[in-house]
């Protein structure tokens, strides 16, 4: 592809420069007002922005945070489900001081912990009560 076929742009207005030549500037008659400027325009002394919108630190786009206790309890509920439950206890009861999100993880860890909390005892039971039968010679031939 050649530097012929590249667009550059409308036409230059009649009176122009040859081809090639940059042009600068207004074409001639028209007054030149020189370069743009870049600073902020200087409208009076620097003020405050806005009021914000309740207690500091609440204005628009602010976001709480999520509490990281209820992220690990939801985690630790299916890798361990009596430490899940616990911690997700724990992080409800931080969540309703602070104010933070993650309320909902929270209460997943919770039911989620408790139900595998449940599961994990009756198995116990079930297991211990096999062992007794079996000691006990209940399933001997």
């Known amino acids: 592809m050649s530097q012929d076929d590249f667009y550059r742009g409308d036409p230059p207005p009649h009176g122009a420069p040859p ?4 042009s600068y500037g207004p074409p001639h008659g028209m007054p030149s007002y020189g370069p743009p400027g870049y600073g902020t325009p200087s409208y009076g002394p620097p003020g405050y922005g806005p009021p914000g ?18 992220i690990v309890a939801l985690v630790a509920t299916f890798l361990l489900a009596p430490v899940g439950l616990v911690l997700g ?28 909390t449940t599961l ?22």
């Open 19 to 22: 081809h090639g030549t940059p």
């Open 53 to 70: 919108y309740g207690p500091p630190g609440y204005g628009p786009g602010w976001r709480r945070s999520t509490n990281q206790l209820a």
């Open 89 to 116: 206890l724990v992080a409800r009861g931080q969540i309703r001081r602070s104010g933070e999100q993650g309320d909902g993880l929270a209460l997943a860890a919770v039911i989620v912990g408790g139900l595998g």
């Open 120 to 141: 994990m005892a009756a198995g116990l039971v079930v297991w211990i009560g096999l062992l007794a039968s079996i000691s006990d010679g209940a399933f001997a031939p």
